[in-house]
């Protein structure tokens, strides 16, 4: 299956949370898929997974910046959350994450959280005097390593992946790497792109909401865990759930801000896709599918 990813994906993007997991040091291996999801404007929750392995709790150090105190909490194996009930958002966080076991300490996640900006702001800031998004820092860098989207433009993009039988659990390692360059495309933010992702065979669930990572790095390490679901392929059922669960406020669906879905399938859906397709036009929300087939495998 071979998937280019060029400048046209541009057309879908333009309309530091930094992960660093590391080896073990010793025998206590590191903490996983570092994710935060700010509940109110005071409170921010903190998560993680679990390492693989023995250990027996998790230590967790943070600081805000600038002029903040280093923090250190202690949470049992069973803990994988950590709730900051006296949120800044005006602050940047810097968190380091480790388990700990038998008088070792593996090798610390790393985390960050920028200062954030609220929507309003975000989006009056991208809007000349006629109220139009402008448009003359918008650019497309391309590379060995591929390309980006620089563009003052946000939008939030959930990205439909159908994970029946048909596609084959070999080949949704490729899918994977397709997703993991796809997302490489877009400067996903807090206040700029956000994406969220759900999964679908005969019935569909939600693999991420749009507010659940708050940086590329995040979406992208994501991503490379994906499992595989296999089932059947009901993808009119599928478009019907990110309508009514991933383009929601709730979700980290932002008001004023683009929708955008991009749909990943080899196309061959056992019900009817029109309906909901339109059901997802008549929302506002911007359909662009990418189909594949076995000749691409």
């Known amino acids: 299956m071979q998937f280019s990813v060029g400048p046209s994906l541009c057309l879908l993007g333009c309309v530091l949370i930094t992960l660093l997991p590391n080896s073990a040091q010793g025998?206590?291996?590191?903490?996983?898929?570092?994710?935060?999801?700010?509940?109110?404007?005071?409170?921010?929750?903190?998560?993680?997974?679990e390492p693989k392995?023995?250990?027996?709790?998790?230590k967790v150090t943070y600081i805000m910046n600038p002029?903040?105190?280093?923090?250190?909490?202690?949470?049992?194996?069973?803990?994988?959350?950590?709730?900051?009930?006296?949120?800044?958002?005006t602050k940047e966080y810097v968190f380091k994450i480790?388990?700990?076991?038998?008088?070792?300490?593996?090798?610390?996640?790393?985390?960050?959280?920028?200062?954030?900006?609220?929507?309003?702001?975000s989006t009056q800031s991208q809007r000349g005097q006629s109220?139009?998004?402008?448009?003359?820092?918008?650019?497309?860098?391309?590379?060995?390593?591929?390309?980006?989207?620089?563009?003052?433009?946000?939008?939030?993009?959930v990205i439909l992946v159908d994970g029946s039988w048909s596609i084959g659990r070999i080949n949704f390692?490729?899918?994977?790497?397709?997703?993991?360059?796809?997302?490489?495309?877009?400067?996903?933010?807090?206040?700029?792109?956000?994406?969220?992702?759900?999964?679908?065979?005969?019935?569909?669930?939600?693999?991420?909401?749009?507010n659940t990572h708050s940086s590329k790095e995040a979406v992208i390490d994501a991503v490379k865990n994906l499992p595989y679901k296999g089932g059947n392929t009901l993808t009119g059922l599928a478009l019907t759930f990110i309508?009514?669960?991933?383009?929601?406020?709730?979700?980290?669906?932002?008001?004023g801000v683009p929708k955008i879905g991009i749909l990943i399938t080899d196309g061959k859906s056992q019900d009817d896709v029109i309906p909901p397709a339109q059901s997802l036009k008549d929302a506002g929300i911007e359909l662009f599918a990418i189909g594949m087939s076995r000749q691409h495998f």
């Open 27 to 49: 025998q206590v291996s590191s903490p996983r898929r570092f994710r935060v999801k700010i509940l109110s404007p005071t409170k921010l929750d903190v998560s993680w997974k």
């Open 173 to 210: 390692r490729l899918v994977r790497t397709f997703l993991e360059n796809l997302v490489r495309a877009f400067s996903v933010d807090f206040d700029k792109t956000r994406i969220g992702l759900a999964q679908y065979s005969g019935d569909p669930r939600i693999e991420w909401h749009l």
């Open 98 to 121: 480790s388990a700990v076991g038998g008088g070792r300490e593996s090798k610390p996640l790393h985390g960050k959280l920028k200062a954030q900006r609220s929507v309003v702001e």
């Open 243 to 255: 309508l009514e669960n991933s383009f929601k406020p709730e979700s980290g669906s932002r008001p």
């Open 131 to 157: 109220g139009a998004v402008t448009q003359e820092n918008n650019e497309i860098s391309e590379d060995m390593e591929g390309f980006m989207c620089k563009t003052p433009a946000i939008a939030d993009i």
């Open 53 to 58: 392995g023995e250990f027996e709790g998790f």
């Open 67 to 89: 002029g903040g105190s280093q923090k250190m909490v202690e949470l049992s194996k069973q803990t994988t959350n950590l709730l900051i009930e006296d949120f800044d958002s």
